[in-house]
């Protein structure tokens, strides 16, 4: 029985048979990947160079700006290369990394939409409040909290996943190093270890889920319950975005790792793993400042700056 030791290198999924559908992917790719770089660095600008962008919403909008970029980097490029130089091979220590930072930027994610339904539940429910529970200081250790819980499951499941034996061969059966890919490859027994730590994980995130979940029933009765209908739309405006990118990033990864094996198939597995590791850090940029009246007004105010300072 082949041992983990003796794979040197996976090969991962094949977007495409001919040269032609290959070098369109890598073009698709680089468009979304130059798109999702483009706008979250226009936020991580907006933000660091307005002093009225300095404020705990915008310094956690800022966090997920950052761990968007990191978990887009980590997919993305190495897809255009294998479809630019028609390979399908990563190296194991590649593959190893990629699990790792994957899993590290994208559960620091949730912990960070988490962190701002809290934001949020503060603003409109205890307004009077606000200054004193979410300091500086009080911000800084919950985003340090959101990255270290990030790191630590990253270091638990890329522990478990690479300390299995292989026993069918080292074909992963998507576009990038995925858990459970990786896990259909493992001896029938013994990937029982790293199961029980995905469902330590899912409980955990389902804990975060049931808090985002009742911060936004609170949210929703507080903002119902306001005379102004000008007040509730500019609530409704900074509440409704974050809702929006929680909603997509839950429902997809829960699918990912929930979904029955029946109804399995690459090319389903595929687009899921597009719509929650691709699409939300393209397109939270855009779903953020598009009702963002403040975040408009900065990046209307960054351009002629660039265009100044570079002549």
């Known amino acids: 029985m082949p041992n983990i030791s003796s794979v040197s290198e996976f090969l991962l999924l094949a977007l495409a048979d001919t040269r032609e ?18 706008g979250n660095g226009l936020i991580l600008s907006a933000v660091a160079c307005h002093h009225r962008l300095h404020t705990p919403m915008y310094f956690f909008l800022l966090n997920l700006a950052l761990l968007d970029v990191g978990c887009i980097s980590i997919t993305l490029p190495k897809a255009m290369a294998n479809a630019l130089w028609d390979t399908r091979a990563i190296s194991y220590q590649g593959c190893a990394a990629q699990v790792f930072f994957f899993l590290f930027f994208i559960s620091a994610e949730y912990y960070n939409l988490a962190i701002m339904a809290y934001d949020r539940y503060v603003a409109i429910c205890k307004p009077l409040h606000y200054g004193s529970l979410l300091g500086s200081r009080a911000c800084a250790q919950m985003a340090a909290a959101a990255w270290g819980s990030g790191f630590l ?49 899912i409980l955990l995130a389902f804990g975060c889920f049931v808090f985002i979940v009742l911060s936004y029933v609170q949210i929703f009765r507080a903002v119902l319950r306001m005379p102004s209908e000008q007040g509730r739309h500019n609530e409704f405006s900074t509440c409704l975005p974050h809702l929006a990118v929680v909603s997509l990033f839950i ?6 790792y929930l979904k029955p094996s029946s109804i399995s198939s690459p090319s389903l597995d595929l687009v899921v793993a597009l719509l929650y590791s691709v699409v939300p850090p393209a397109l939270n940029p855009l779903i953020y400042s598009m009702r963002n009246q403040e975040l408009k007004n900065a990046l209307r105010t960054l351009f002629p ?4 300072k570079h002549p």
């Open 153 to 201: 499951n990253a270091v638990l499941h890329t522990a478990n996943t690479f300390s299995l034996p292989l026993c069918q061969g080292n074909a992963v059966e998507q576009f990038f190093c995925e858990i459970p890919h990786i896990l259909k490859l493992s001896c029938s027994d013994s990937y029982l270890r790293e199961v029980w730590a995905v469902l330590f994980s």
């Open 305 to 308: 700056y660039i265009l100044l």
């Open 251 to 256: 429902s997809t990864a829960i699918f990912v």
């Open 21 to 38: 559908l290959q070098l369109l992917h890598f073009a698709l790719f680089l468009g979304i990947y130059l798109a999702a770089l483009l």
